[in-house]
């Protein structure tokens, strides 16, 4: 079976699918950003903060997903850049870890408008010449989501200021960073079907993952699961360690409610649902 890094991160490299779940987000399942409108971006971001003597020391990290996006909405263009974490345990230190991930985006857009200006000539202030940043320029904002794959709720940290050991007094000068966080417990039906593509199928599933006889119900009630790709088919096979076996048909799609009965009839046995399991006693 896959890696669920690796396969969690291939999934949400696909622009329609990276589309889908920022339209979620964002926008409340409206179809704002087009997935033509995305362009892959190097997940690598590198800067060069001080050391103790001065000298530079280079500090490397790797995203998951990163992406940019020009946005059409009320006449207006935007641009932005979009990136995703993904996660399949929760991380106790998810703010600071996303925080430096955006705030080293935007000191490399810095870092590049100086390069720009140094490369056209350009003359810069007495007072912009040192950062090679000028009164007009401006900078892309930068949105990351943290996507959690697992099946409970998220109880880690979800922004700077729930870790810090400082009074209230203390905090209200420090800025807080907030987690945008998804994740599929405290999902409801109408956040599911806000999600065009099959990721609302995906979390549904994780979310009723640890109640089998509930998970059988759902899956074979939602016509959906009748026919989704193997490539969604595979991720939650992996990111729920369901072990279901299914056979694709002839355009590749999986009949998820024939796979989920296997799980129904082992649930049966182990005992777990019991009303069944008289039934077939009594029947016997």
């Not at 033509?36 to 001065?54: A, E, F, H, N, R």
Request: charged share 30%; net charge negative; aromatic share 8%.
């Amino acid at each position: 079976m896959a890696n669920k890094d690796t396969i969690t991160k291939e999934y949400m490299q696909d622009n329609a699918t990276f589309a889908d779940i920022f339209n979620y987000y964002l926008y409340k399942g409206k179809k704002v950003i087009n997935p033509d409108s995305l362009t892959q971006l190097d997940t690598t971001t590198i800067v060069l903060p001080y050391g103790k003597d001065g000298s530079t020391v280079p500090v490397q990290k790797y995203r998951d997903v990163l992406k940019s996006a020009t946005v059409k909405q009320d006449g207006k263009v935007a641009y932005m850049l979009l990136g995703i974490e993904n996660q399949s345990q929760m991380h106790y230190a998810m703010p600071p870890r996303t925080m430096l991930y955006d705030s080293m985006q935007y000191i490399t857009q810095v870092a590049a408008i100086d390069k720009a200006h140094k490369k056209d000539g350009d003359k810069a202030k007495s007072d912009e010449y040192l950062s090679g940043f000028h009164a007009n320029d401006k900078i892309l904002p930068v949105i990351t989501l943290t996507v959690y794959f697992g099946a409970d709720e998220w109880t880690a940290p979800t922004d700077l200021h729930s870790m810090l050991d400082a009074d209230k007094d203390l905090l209200k000068y420090i800025d807080n960073y907030h987690l945008h966080l998804i994740q599929p417990a405290t999902m409801t039906e109408e956040d599911f079907d806000k999600l065009e593509s099959e990721l609302g199928l995906v979390f549904k599933f994780i979310k009723n993952s640890k109640n089998k006889k509930e998970l059988c119900e759902i899956v074979e009630n939602d016509n959906k699961y009748k026919k989704v790709s193997k490539r969604t088919a595979d991720l939650i096979n992996t990111v729920t360690n369901s072990n279901l076996n299914f056979s694709q048909d002839r355009e590749g799609d999986v009949d998820m409610c024939q796979a989920i009965r296997d799980l129904r009839n082992e649930a049966i046995a182990e005992g777990e649902i019991k009303g069944e399991k008289k039934g077939i006693e009594k029947g016997i």
